[in-house]
């Protein structure tokens, strides 16, 4: 069983940046692959990024590319959002997940993909 918690959601300016980290217990991330969605109010959860257990491969959503970095650190089983450039709409409860695959090149970008979730953070991007 993997635990997730998500620190480091708040309130940022637009054109700010921001740091989200999802810390995992229970297990070591090695062999899972990870990601980030967002749920707006009254709108579905959505794609984020995902990067794979090796850390090098990632994938993005077109509305953040460019402007958001996903990363993991193995030493310290964390996984990393970095926020550059948010805009108002970016403003959603961030969750990480966690799959566990055999293939270390894997990124997942659905949910249903993903087996562990933390309980979200909340990011409000001020216009």
């Known amino acids: 069983q993997v635990q997730l918690v998500e620190v480091g959601g708040g309130l940022v300016q637009a054109g700010g940046s921001l740091r989200l980290s999802c810390a995992a217990s229970g297990r070591t991330l090695s062999n899972y692959a990870m990601g980030w969605f967002r749920q707006a109010p009254g709108k579905e959860r959505q794609f984020v990024a995902a990067?794979?257990?090796?850390?090098?491969?990632?994938s993005y959503a077109d509305s953040v590319k460019g402007r958001f970095t996903i990363s993991r650190d193995s030493a310290k089983n964390t996984v990393y959002l970095q926020m550059n450039s948010p805009k108002p709409e970016d403003t959603a409860v961030y969750s990480c997940?966690?799959?566990?695959?055999?293939?270390?090149?894997?990124?997942?970008?659905?949910?249903?993909?993903?087996?562990?979730w933390g309980q979200g953070t909340q990011v409000t991007v001020s216009s």
């Open positions: 997940a966690a799959s566990y695959t055999f293939d270390h090149q894997a990124v997942l970008t659905t949910r249903q993909d993903y087996a562990y």
């Open positions: 990067i794979s257990w090796n850390g090098r491969t990632t």
